[in-house]
């Protein structure tokens, strides 16, 4: 079955220390993207990459980096400066180019900072 | 600036009434519209996409939405709800044919009453 893993469903860590939020896909999909979800607050773009080896900052990047060094692979590192990392984190991918570039969602990672 | 508005933060429907969520956009131009579905603690699902041409259009589970130019509207409509309807519904948009992610609202959280 095609589709988007993340791994682990949950996380926890002490202030101070940064974490990596895996995402995996199997879609053959060239852009990958990474949100972050707060109760009452919808989606917020993090990252996202079109190509491997290029990614660009979204809305909310501070705090936050990402690498793309496979296609399939788009790992968020969640660093000791973003300020309230505790969030439910989302990876997408889509196609690129074409008439449609819906976005599928692994099922995500809950982050708790303490 | 890009903003997706979904004015309704809950909405209380009884099993077998109509539904209607709304969901306003302000972007520079026509963008892609996007209607997604979420269940506690899991990822997205795409219900339905509007790129362009027919601006009705129909989804999964028998959900349809009206693109409305004139109002910068994408309303998300349902004939007849079922109780495993409730979950969070969230409008997005996007601009281009790039991918370079989405705007979403803050979502409307959806109850089925008995």
């Known amino acids: 079955d095609g589709g988007i893993t993340q791994s682990p469903k949950y996380l926890f860590r002490k202030e101070g220390q940064n974490v990596t939020l895996s995402c995996e896909q199997n879609l053959n999909h060239d852009a990958m993207y990474w949100y972050r979800q707060d109760p009452g607050q919808g989606l917020r773009l993090i990252y996202y990459s079109q190509i491997v080896n290029d990614f660009q900052k979204g809305d909310i990047a501070e705090g936050y980096s990402v690498s793309r060094e496979k296609k399939e692979s788009f790992p968020l590192t969640v660093t000791s400066a973003q300020k309230n990392p505790t969030a439910f984190y989302l990876c997408?991918?889509?196609?690129?180019?074409?008439?449609?570039?819906?976005?599928?969602f692994g099922p995500g990672t809950r982050l708790t900072v303490t | 600036a890009q903003s997706v508005t979904q004015p309704d933060i809950h909405i209380t429907v009884s099993e077998g009434a109509s539904l209607e969520l709304r969901c306003n956009y302000s972007?520079?131009?026509?963008?892609?519209l996007f209607w997604y579905v979420q269940s506690p603690g899991q990822g997205l699902q795409l219900l339905l996409k509007?790129?362009?041409?027919?601006?009705l259009v129909q989804g999964i589970k028998g959900f349809e939405a009206e693109f409305k130019r004139s109002q910068s509207s994408f309303n998300l409509r349902k004939p007849s709800v079922h109780w495993s309807d409730a979950a969070e519904y969230f409008c997005a948009a996007g601009s281009g044919g790039g991918a370079d992610g989405l705007t979403f609202g803050k979502g409307t959280h959806l109850i089925i009453q008995p």
């Open positions: 997408a991918s889509s196609r690129t180019g074409g008439s449609s570039y819906e976005q599928y």
């Open positions: 972007y520079g131009a026509t963008p892609y």
């Open positions: 509007y790129f362009s041409g027919d601006t």
